[in-house]
């Protein structure tokens, strides 16, 4: 059984700056494509970035775009999300996800693999 955790979260100023990061264990990491996603208070859970399975291929919402980098080491069975330039609207609880379909399918498709989830809080 695949099992996500994340770790990383926090609270942070307006302009700030945080990484996350989240391992997986159970599965052959290399075979998944991973993503990111975040749930607000009072809202649905949205994308946020997916990275493929050989790290060639990135995708990301327009929320995010030129503020997050997603990344990924296949050798440490790890993903990370670079959140750069926060503002009070990024805060949300974030979740690490993996599916075996391709990083553009999570673009529009909830994936199967979900972690706990992370807090991040940017304060004004």
């Known amino acids: 059984q695949v099992q996500l955790v994340e770790s990383g979260g926090g609270l942070v100023q307006t302009g700030g700056s945080l990484r996350l990061s989240c391992a997986i264990s159970?599965?052959?990491?290399?075979?998944?494509?991973m993503g990111w996603f975040r749930q607000a208070p009072g809202k649905e859970r949205e994308f946020v970035a997916a990275i493929s399975r050989s790290a060639i291929s990135t995708y990301y919402s327009d929320s995010v775009k030129g503020r997050f980098i997603i990344s990924r080491n296949n050798a440490k069975n790890a993903v990370y999300l670079q959140m750069s330039s926060l503002s009070p609207e990024d805060t949300a609880v974030y979740y690490c996800?993996?599916?075996?379909?391709?990083?553009?399918?999570?673009?529009?498709?909830?994936?199967?693999?979900w972690g706990r989830g992370t807090q991040v809080t940017v304060s004004t």
């Open positions: 159970g599965g052959t990491f290399s075979l998944y494509a």
């Open positions: 996800a993996a599916d075996r379909a391709t990083a553009q399918v999570m673009v529009t498709q909830m994936p199967g693999y």
